[in-house]
């Protein structure tokens, strides 16, 4: 779907730009977008110097047809404030914001449309995914746009009730730091095991990146491309028999993620 809306994207960090240089990429005209920040980042910089997006410090006075909620949830009131005079009838939210309930966002700017999504930052390579959430406001058309915008950094999983989306950002939005810790830890390990620190990094982080892509492209399911690289007997095996342990990563990894949607639920009440 070709996207034509008028956009006001308020925050440009880390997940704002990332989604702003999707939709560039899709072929969003760069004047439809407004982003409102205090500040210019490194991500957001290229954007608006180079790809022409442009950039205001405060919300301005015009309609859009889609207000994209990308500050940090603590940020949420203060960013929220200025939108009472400039919304209108035909526009709806779409909030990242982990944690941040849809009732938080209309006790901010009264009832509207709103859906919660949380990506990730792969989106920044367009290898995002994430998991999204429309209120009983959002039409048709709206859901459209809302997939066609989020769907531009990488799939987009619908959920049928807004608390799961506190489960999404403890799998998927909170993820990716999973998997560069994993990388961290492996290359600490090979350091551990005799080799040259930018050896044991290099090797580290190719092989979460190989697996990853390795697991994108390959039909077969993660369980089955471990067993392709397990010997009987042999030295995954031996890895695998400390990490399948009875407290080995699954009980750790599930303490993590629970970690983190606990936290989010927790947000929302701050
Ligand atoms: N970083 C991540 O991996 C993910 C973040 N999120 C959510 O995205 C939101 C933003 O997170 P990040 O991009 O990581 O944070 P960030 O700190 O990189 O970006 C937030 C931006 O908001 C700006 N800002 C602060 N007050 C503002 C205001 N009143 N109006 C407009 N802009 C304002 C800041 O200057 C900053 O550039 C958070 O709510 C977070 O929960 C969601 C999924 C993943
Ligand atoms: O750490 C956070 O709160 C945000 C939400 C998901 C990823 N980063």
Redesign the pocket.
Known sequence: MAIAARILL?????????MLAGWLDKGVDPANVVV??????E??RPLVEERGVRHAEQ?PAESFDVVV?????Q??G??L??LGTTLGPETFVI??????TIATIEAGIGECAVVR?????P?LIGRGITGAFANARVDEAGRALADALLAASGPVEWVDREELIDAV?GVS??G??YVFHLAECLADAGVAAGLPADLAMRLARHTVAGAGELMIRSPEPPEKLRRNVTSPNGTTQAALDVLMAEDGLAPLMQRAVLAARDRAAA?AKE
Do not use: Q, Y
């Not at 909030?95 to 941040?100: F, L, R």
């Open positions: 308020l925050g440009g960090g880390n997940m704002g730009a990332a409102v920040d205090p500040r210019i980042g991500t957001l919300v909620l990308a500050v940090k949830p940020m949420m203060e960013a404030a200025p909030s990242v914001a982990a944690g941040t999504a949380m990506p990730n930052t989106a950002t939005g909170s990716p730091a947000l």
